[in-house]
């Protein structure tokens, strides 16, 4: 017996949304999109009950606008499980462990659904009790409920709670998007939180309510030009260094608009094998093979990865480190980690494994000739090991992404013949155009994983408007150019009731 | 057979994927009442904020 028989009892009971029946005009879609996409807005900023929110802290950091959640909020988690159980499911899947055939076999395509479900539950449980309990990064404050005072456990449990509601409430609001709307939830919740600092990075101002009257961009020129923030002689080393990667933000400009382009332009470079049908003659087609399409995904994959080995770190130094390193067995161990201390709790790693592990997020975190901190030769180990990390991973990912979404040689050429389509000069037979993708696929995949995972450092080496880190832009920029392309067909089929019948 | 199959070339949803099969035993929800106890949690929430935590701060 296998373990599908065991666990089939649990895993078709996961609740699920329902489908709608027919067809759902373009309009509904659109007003189901912005009705979640409003519900999310809200409850990222209702705060969590129970919260001490004097004291500040931010343990994943840059990382959680990739994650789509909300500091403090309910909405603590983010997407945060969902991606997690995505890197098991990616990794069982790339093995060939999980024996399900999501293409052909209804049964399989129920078992995955729900086993995503279960996974994504089980991940709210492994990283929202270490979040609460272990890492102090939602500290309880002291509750009255209805005259009874609760005890710092219990109010740590009714935050768990809370984010834990927050975390399910998430997934199914991304079913709601993905059956009714236009569109991923979860691709939505990505760019609606980058979107928002890449604003706030442009046009902060106190006149807009910005947090420690920070300036964007924009305002913060006007107050060079001005002369309101003093900056040293333009033609020396230390003014033009201040206007490029200081306050002038010049390099983080271009940057954030390089990767725009660049995004864009890659888009568009493809592999199209020519098709045509068998019996139809003169229906032609393309089958192209996009150089970026399958591997922006799988980068939030790898960054998550990261930033759980961070996590660990964190946790570990707060529950048995002394000063800020981390002790094993009351063994002092700095070769693993040295944190520096922030008011009084260790904040960021400084030294040890975890300083080489941990990505870099700004210019400020390598620049050792402008921001001492660090010597050259540890800093260049950790932009190594960053980048090894990030293109190696990205191409790994990759490949587990397309094998598990049904995106490789086989799959694809088991849609092409379904289709009808035939390379043309080749026999009609699936083995064949099996062969022949088999040339193009694997090579665009890994050379686009490493790619994109070289952009992703490269943009936060160099830093980017509003903080948004390299992975955040790539994510939104194609997210939306996704997006775009999928309303487009949304309203070719509104306006040819025809075209349904096509597309199915 | 129908298009379906074709329909989709080369396209793979988010990080979560669904299919149109589903089960007779899966537990369907409408996705009003999501929304509106996502909402009515938000609320639950803020008015418990609002009533016990003046105290605290």
Redesign the interface.
């Known amino acids: 017996m296998s373990w599908k028989d065991t666990a089939e009892p649990v895993l ?8 709608p029946e027919g067809h759902v005009p373009f309009k509904r879609k659109l007003a ?1 999109t912005a ?2 996409l409003v ?1 999310y807005f ?2 990222t900023n ?5 919260l001490d ?1 004097g004291s500040d802290s931010a343990p994943l950091g840059r990382f959680s606008s990739i994650l789509a959640s909300g500091q403090g909020s ?1 909405m603590q988690l983010g ?1 945060g499980p ?2 997690t159980a ?1 890197i098991v499911l990616q990794l069982l899947g790339g093995a060939d462990l999980l024996g399900l055939d ?1 293409q052909n076999n ?2 399989d ?2 078992l ?2 729900g086993l ?1 479900k279960l996974l ?1 539950l089980v991940m709210i449980f492994l990283t929202g009790l270490p979040m609460v309990f272990a890492g102090g990064f939602l500290p309880p ?5 209805f005259g009874m005072s609760l005890s710092a456990g219990a109010t740590s449990w009714l935050i768990f709670a ?1 984010i834990a ?1 927050g975390g399910v ?1 998430i ?6 998007i ?3 709307g236009v ?5 939505l919740f990505i760019i609606a939180g980058v979107s928002q600092q890449l604003i706030g990075g442009l046009f902060a101002h106190p006149i807009f309510g910005s947090p420690q009257g920070e300036l964007g961009f924009f305002p913060t020129w006007f107050q060079i030009i001005t002369g309101n923030i003093p900056i040293g002689p333009v033609l020396q080393a230390d003014g033009l260094q201040e206007l490029l990667i200081g306050e002038g933000q010049i390099i983080a400009l271009l940057t954030t608009i390089l990767i725009f382009v660049v995004v864009v332009y890659a888009e568009s470079v493809r592999v199209e094998i020519p098709l045509s049908n068998a019996r139809v003659k003169g229906a032609r087609g393309r ?4 150089l970026i ?2 591997s922006v ?1 799988p980068m ?1 994959l790898v960054r998550a990865l990261q930033a759980n080995i961070q996590f660990l770190g964190r946790i570990l130094v707060s529950q048995t480190g002394q000063n800020g390193v981390i002790s094993l067995f009351g063994m002092e161990l700095p070769w693993l980690g040295v944190y520096s201390i922030s008011q009084g709790s260790p904040a960021n790693p400084t030294g040890g494994l975890f300083y080489y592990l941990s990505p870099i997020y700004a210019p400020q975190d390598w620049m050792w000739w402008a921001y001492s901190t660090q010597d050259a030769l540890n800093v260049l180990l950790r932009v190594g090991v960053d980048l090894t990390f990030m293109v190696i991973g990205g191409a790994i990912f990759a490949i587990f ?1 397309v094998e598990t ?3 490789g040689p086989e799959a ?1 050429a088991q ?2 013949h ?4 035939q390379i043309p000069g080749f026999r009609q037979n699936v083995g064949v155009v099996e062969k022949v993708l088999e040339r193009y696929i694997p090579q665009v995949t890994v050379i686009g994983g490493a790619l994109v995972g070289l952009l992703a450092v490269m943009a936060n080496m160099l830093g980017t408007v509003g903080g948004v880190s390299g992975t955040g832009l790539l994510l939104t920029v194609s997210i939306t150019y996704k997006l775009y392309e999928e309303i487009a067909e949304e309203q070719l089929m509104e306006m040819h009731p025809m075209m349904r ?4 | 057979m129908s298009s379906s199959d074709s329909g989709g070339l080369m396209s793979s949803a988010g990080l979560v994927r669904y299919f149109d099969a589903e089960d007779s035993n899966t537990i369907r929800m409408d996705p009003r009442s999501v929304v509106a106890f996502g909402v009515l949690f938000g609320v639950l929430i803020l008015m418990l904020n609002a009533l016990f935590m003046l105290g605290a701060v």
């Not at chain 1, 404050?141 to 409920?145: A, D, K, Q, R």
């Not at chain 1, 997934?171 to 709601?176: K, S, T, V």
């Not at chain 1, 569109?183 to 691709?187: D, L, P, V």
């Not at chain 1, 089958?287 to 996009?290: H, Q």
């Open positions: 078709v009971r996961m609740p699920a949304v329902r489908r189901w009705g979640v519900l809200f409850l209702v705060m969590l009950f129970g929110i309910i997407i969902i991606v995505s999501t209804p049964r395509q129920i995955y659904q995503q994504v404050t002291s509750v009255n409920l809370q509601v409430l997934l199914y609001m991304d079913e709601i993905s059956k009714w569109g991923s939830g979860i691709g089958f192209p093979v996009k399409y399958a995904l939030i992404w979404t049904d995106m694809t849609q092409i379904n289709s009808g389509m019948q096509m597309f199915g």
